[in-house]
T-cell receptor, first 114, second 112 residues
Framework: DGGITQSPKYLFRKEGQNVTLSCEQNLNHDAMYWYRQDPGQGLRLIYYSQIVNDFQKGDIAEGYSVSREKKESFPLTVTSAQKNPTAFYLC?????????????FGDGTRLSIL | KQEVTQIPAALSVPEGENLVLNCSFTDSAIYNLQWFRQDPGKGLTSLLLIQSSQREQTSGRLNASLDKSSGRSTLYIAASQPGDSATYLCAVCSNTGNQFYFGTGTSLTVIP
């Protein structure tokens, strides 16, 4: 079955450490997104990529970095500069080639500070 | 910037009741609007997508309506069941770019 796989499901970060969240999709979608979800808040956009080797900052990109070297992969690195990284992180993709397609989501990674 | 609001934040109903969830947005220049379901600790599952030119969409016991001019959408759930308990989010896709703006969600509990 086609879908989006996020790993790991749970991740713990030590002070000063960078951690990388994985997102892989086999839907052949060009566009991929990273969102952060905090309790009582809607999803906030961190980064998005419309095509391989290209990505744009979202509303809360500070302290995060991404790469898009392959169509199916869009990893997110939470750097030590992100002072409040504890949150639920969601990866999504969409097929813009067809009109009015829904966004597809992975099952998320929950990041906590040790 | 597009702002999306969902009211109420939480809702508790007895099984079998019909209910309405509300979503409002500030910029009517939208491409489409989606309703999602989120179970605890999980990702979002798309329920219904309404194109900007449409007034409503239906899937089983779910019906979503869109009034673009007033910046409102509703999700109607008929004959609610305990399995409908989840958080429901709406998301607006703007005409100006390939971005989505999410509401904070309505947490629904259906009591058996």
């Amino acid at each position: 079955d086609g879908g989006i796989t996020q790993s790991p499901k749970y991740l713990f970060r030590k002070e000063g450490q960078n951690v990388t969240l994985s997102c892989e999709q086999n839907l052949n979608h060009d566009a991929m997104y990273w969102y952060r979800q905090d309790p009582g808040q809607g999803l906030r956009l961190i980064y998005y990529s419309q095509i391989v080797n290209d990505f744009q900052k979202g509303d809360i990109a500070e302290g995060y970095s991404v790469s898009r070297e392959k169509k199916e992969s869009f990893p997110l690195t939470v750097t030590s500069a992100q002072k409040n990284p504890t949150a639920f992180y969601l990866c999504a993709s969409i097929n813009w080639a067809g009109p009015h397609q829904p966004q597809h989501f992975g099952d998320g990674t929950r990041l906590s500070i040790l | 910037k597009q702002e999306v609001t969902q009211i109420p934040a939480a809702l508790s109903v007895p099984e079998g009741e019909n209910l309405v969830l509300n979503c409002s947005f500030t910029d009517s220049a939208i491409y489409n609007l989606q309703w999602f379901r989120q179970d605890p600790g999980k990702g979002l599952t798309s329920l219904l997508l309404i194109q900007s030119s449409q007034r409503e969409q239906t899937s089983g016991r779910l019906n979503a309506s869109l009034d673009k001019s007033s910046g409102r959408s509703t999700l109607y759930i008929a004959a609610s069941q305990p399995g409908d308990s989840a958080t429901y989010l709406c998301a607006v896709c703007s005409n100006t770019g390939n971005q989505f703006y999410f509401g904070t969600g309505t947490s629904l509990t259906v009591i058996p």
